[in-house]
């Protein structure tokens, strides 16, 4: 079974990750809510190829446990080779808890009994294995929080969990799109998974002055996380900070993010083939931009994921249409080509067809990022006027990038 040596070695992995010891606090509530009572007796942990590897505590207790306490995320419910819920890196749970200045919280809590004030409330959305509930719950006592599940049996599971390591929250299964009216206003609102835009009952039910953390998602990547301040008309402001790759919000009707189907980073499901759609579209030309370029590093696919919207790509390396091929694919069923021969790696083969040029618009937006001096995650924001429009900014709410449609 787990012991207070799995604990230690879990805060020191991840005092190593964050470069400074676990703040007395988080510390404190890590070892209150012994993570391997939120995992079920099988997980699945990365392979190393792409896939995933069962982990099953009955067969091999001792992997099962040194998993439960180390600081990767870990699988906790495969749909047909998909992963569908999972017990997210403990340390970006604590960063997340961070951004949201869930330690201040606690201090608040402590500050409003003492002179018989409400104590702050906390919605959490996308309970999962109710992990961070518990550590909501320990760090702000479980009548401050609630937190929302969509699945039915993942829900129950929590519950469970939750009991188990001592806890009882509000546990609902909910849509989590919809927030939770009854318990508003919050004082913060916590996402477990990303969107790629913040639906309106968000911010209607936050406490002005109070804050949403969210994790981040485009078509071109899953990354970042988002921190709003929501003032007293519903307007919402806030920057945008690196790391962090979570699932996508699920519905009733399926997965989506805020207010549209999105494609998996990587690509939606159903795409034109490149070659069949350029053989409708303009003749191939030529360019000297690297589909390497655009592709790998977290800064640039975060800029161009906001910039270059309702696009996503995948590589073809399989040989059958170019040694090598670069795809993008609009929402709107555009496509583009980039093709590398296997000999020139200063210029390449581009075919585009459909309403947009893909390829044109992601060297526009690539061109203009290297102008920009190639800005980080973090110097990105957004502002959400109060009738929700979403407004991306660089460095400066008044230096306007675009808006997210």
């Not at 913060?188 to 009952?201: E, H, M, Q």
């Not at 390396?317 to 670069?326: L, M, Q, V, Y």
């Not at 001096?373 to 008044?398: A, K, M, Y």
Request: hydrophobic share 35%.
């Amino acid at each position: 079974m787990p012991s207070a040596a799995h604990d230690a070695a879990l805060l020191a992995s991840i005092g190593v990750r964050r470069g400074a010891p676990v703040p007395a606090p988080y510390a404190a509530a890590l070892r209150a809510v012994p993570r391997h009572l939120f995992l079920p007796g099988r997980i699945w942990v990365r392979d190393g190829h792409g896939g995933y590897r069962p982990l099953d505590r009955a067969a091999d207790p001792d992997a099962w446990a040194r998993a439960a306490y180390s600081d990767q995320p870990l699988v906790t419910q495969l749909t047909d080779g998909v992963p569908t819920s999972s017990a997210s890196m403990p340390s970006m749970v604590l960063y997340q808890l961070e951004l949201a200045g869930i330690g201040g919280l606690a201090r608040q809590r402590d500050s409003n009994s003492r002179d018989g004030i409400e104590a702050p409330r906390v919605l959490e959305l996308g309970t999962g294995t109710g992990f961070n509930a518990g550590l909501l719950s320990a760090l702000l006592g479980q009548d401050a929080v609630t937190t929302l599940e969509l699945d039915p049996a993942l829900t129950t599971q929590a519950q469970r969990n939750l009991k188990s390591a001592g806890y009882a929250p509000t546990v609902i299964e909910a849509d989590a799109v919809a927030g939770w009216p009854p318990g508003a206003p919050y004082d913060r609102i916590l996402a477990t998974f990303s969107v790629d835009r913040i639906p309106d009952p968000w911010r209607a039910q936050v406490r002005p002055e109070g804050s949403i953390v969210t994790p981040w998602y485009s078509d071109w990547t899953a990354y970042g996380m988002l921190t709003l301040a929501v003032a007293a008309d519903g307007a919402a402001q806030g920057r945008f900070h690196p790391h962090g790759s979570y699932m996508t919000m699920r519905t009733p009707n399926g997965p989506h993010a805020a207010t549209r189907p999105p494609s998996e980073p990587g690509g939606p499901a159903r795409r034109p083939d490149p070659d069949t759609a350029a053989t409708a579209g303009t003749p191939a030309t030529r360019t000297r931009l690297s589909p390497w370029a655009v592709s790998g590093d977290p800064d640039t696919e975060f800029h161009l994921g906001l910039t270059v919207p309702h696009t996503s790509y995948d590589w073809d390396t399989t040989g059958e249409h170019a040694p090598i091929r670069f795809a993008l694919y609009g929402a709107d069923g555009s496509v583009a080509a980039v093709d590398y021969d296997g000999q020139q790696a200063d210029e390449f083969t581009v075919t585009q067809s459909g309403r947009r040029r893909l390829w044109d618009e992601t060297e526009v937006a690539y061109a203009r990022w290297e102008r920009l001096g190639r800005p980080g995650v973090e110097r990105h924001g957004l502002t959400i006027t109060p009738d929700s429009t979403h407004h991306v900014w660089l460095d400066d709410p008044g230096h306007r990038l675009t808006a997210i449609q």
